[in-house]
């Protein structure tokens, strides 16, 4: 069952839990109580990822049928490579959790691979004929992901429509080009003129206006998310850091008593959430490290024990953590609250009028288990040039936000724990960022021309194709295949303008009126 962060409405169901994704009075569904993992889990006996999966998993979901449960693990399986989902890759004396195997190249797809089945599942359970409206807001690698996951070219979801709102300038033209040219039956791309906290605001005001939700109803629909407010969304990531505890043991690289930490560069929270999840149900983890860029809200937030989201909002090199209100945290402050809803939608609310709340002395001890720290570019820039150097192995942006926050960290206390760092996104979905980083040159800039001019995007896939040839590895083929996509949503609009665009996308006839207007 699964309760709200923000009220003592009486718990749901996983089924209800998953397709709603906001609770009515706006909080996120949280178990009622988290499962022990599975002695199997932990054990020396060898696990596919599918099977490893349902072991983890099904305890959260007990009334979807086994049978449903292992096909929706199997087929989640077969959209990666024989890698498998999350490889772990050893360079530069670091182990790399590689998350960026899948369609996408971003660690969303272990979700959103699996989002699809998981909600067709329910929908059958509960009987719901309904088509599923899914709303997303992305700040670069979640929109594409739901798209390939949820509306995917040649075999949608049945049922399910999808509509992804973006930042129009800020994300990278890689990631923009990705969701732009998405071709398939029920998705829509949509961009606004703001930042992602815009986007998501935008998108929770939409759950939160009823007008909206009867909209959808007259028009046989009903509203749901794939961001990670969305418990679907939250628990396919416990799996991935089971899996690479299970790895790092096979390869002797565990400390005393099997004890691993985690860094993690995050900005909506939910993957280092995941890993909080994984050691509260017994996964021996230690420290979990939450890695920020220069939008260091999280960082200031672990050492202060203050939320402080009127700052200065930066424009980085790596956008997917251009984030100021951290959806996720909220399920971490309800559990710091000792799982008090009253006075989490009390500091919900203060964060939404005032721009930010404090804990309280005893519920800031509550999360004794998170380190934190941040790194700018240049920081990170510098972290990512000297593991290319030393080992050949290119990182994303944000992968080298977290390298650059561990390596501050050791050089600080001295410690060299055995750690795992979280590789998010694909170095190739950055690639001038990434080939500045690793010196390269400044061929790279915008004004040279030469092999880089045309549109950004093609700059960018000329930089990615030179650097694949530096590193002497192959292009990923999600890549290589932009070079012929051409864009096919181009729509942008203001921040209150996208419940308006929202309708037009659903009932393109009736589409000049807004729903607040109905």
């Not at 080009?177 to 998501?200: C, E, W, Y």
């Not at 005001?205 to 509203?223: D, S, T, V």
């Amino acid at each position: 069952m699964y309760r709200s962060t923000r009220s003592d409405r009486a718990p749901v169901s996983a089924e209800l839990a998953l397709l709603e994704g906001l609770a009515p009075d706006g909080g996120l569904y949280v178990p009622t109580a988290l499962p022990r993992l599975d002695p199997a889990v932990l054990s020396q006996k060898k696990l596919s990822y599918a099977e490893l999966s349902y072991l983890v998993l099904k305890p959260f979901l007990p009334s979807f049928s086994p049978e449903g449960l292992k096909a929706a693990f199997a087929e989640q399986s077969e959209r990666f490579p024989e890698c498998g989902p999350a490889p772990l890759a050893f360079k530069g004396g670091l182990a790399f959790l590689e998350l960026y195997r899948g369609p996408t190249l971003a660690f969303k797809d272990l979700a959103l691979t699996l989002m699809g089945s998981l909600m067709g599942l329910a929908r059958e359970k509960l009987g719901i004929e309904e088509e599923i409206v899914i709303l997303v807001a992305t700040s670069g690698d979640t929109g594409k992901a739901a798209l390939e996951g949820l509306a995917r070219p040649g075999r949608p979801a049945r049922g399910i429509r999808v509509v992804v709102f973006y930042p129009s300038e800020g994300v990278s033209p890689v990631q923009k080009l990705q969701m732009t040219s998405h071709d398939a039956p029920g998705a829509k791309v949509i961009g606004i003129r703001g930042n992602f906290d815009d986007a998501q605001r935008g998108v929770k005001a939409i759950f939160a206006n009823p007008e909206a939700a009867a909209f959808a109803a007259g028009h046989g629909m009903r509203l749901s998310s794939a961001n990670s407010i969305n418990i679907a969304r939250l628990l396919p990531q416990i799996v991935y850091y089971v899996s690479a505890w299970r790895d790092m043991r096979d390869a002797g690289a565990l400390g005393r008593e099997g004890s691993l930490d985690v860094a993690v560069p995050t900005g909506n929270f939910g993957n280092i959430l995941a890993a909080w999840f994984a050691k509260r149900m017994g996964l021996p983890l230690g420290r979990l490290i939450c890695a920020s860029n220069r939008n260091r809200v999280l960082a200031d937030f672990f050492d202060r024990g203050r939320y402080d989201a009127k700052r200065p909002f930066y424009k980085t090199e790596s956008p997917s953590m251009d984030i100021l209100v951290s959806s996720n945290l909220e399920r971490l402050v309800f559990e710091a609250t000792g799982s008090n809803p009253g006075r989490t939608a009390a500091l919900m609310r203060s964060l939404a009028e005032k721009g930010g709340y404090e804990l309280e002395a005893a519920e800031a001890a509550g999360l004794s288990d998170f380190r934190s720290g941040w790194a700018d570019e240049a920081a990170a820039a510098v972290s990512s040039r000297r593991l290319f150097e030393g080992s050949g192995y290119l990182i994303d942006p944000h992968t080298a936000v977290a390298v650059s926050v561990l390596e501050a960290m050791r050089e600080r206390t001295g410690e060299l724990r055995p750690t795992l760092v979280t590789s998010t996104a694909s170095p190739f979905k950055f690639p001038i960022s990434v080939a500045r980083a690793i010196g390269l040159g400044g061929r790279w800039d915008e004004d040279q021309g030469g092999a880089l001019s045309g549109t950004a995007a093609l700059r960018e896939l000329d930089a990615a194709e030179l650097l694949a040839k530096a590193a002497g590895i192959e292009l990923p083929p999600a890549i290589a295949s932009l070079r012929s996509a051409r864009e096919l949503h181009s729509s942008v609009v203001e921040v209150a303008a996208m419940q308006a665009e929202l309708e037009r996308a659903l009932d393109p006839p009736a589409g000049d009126r807004p729903i607040a207007a109905r």
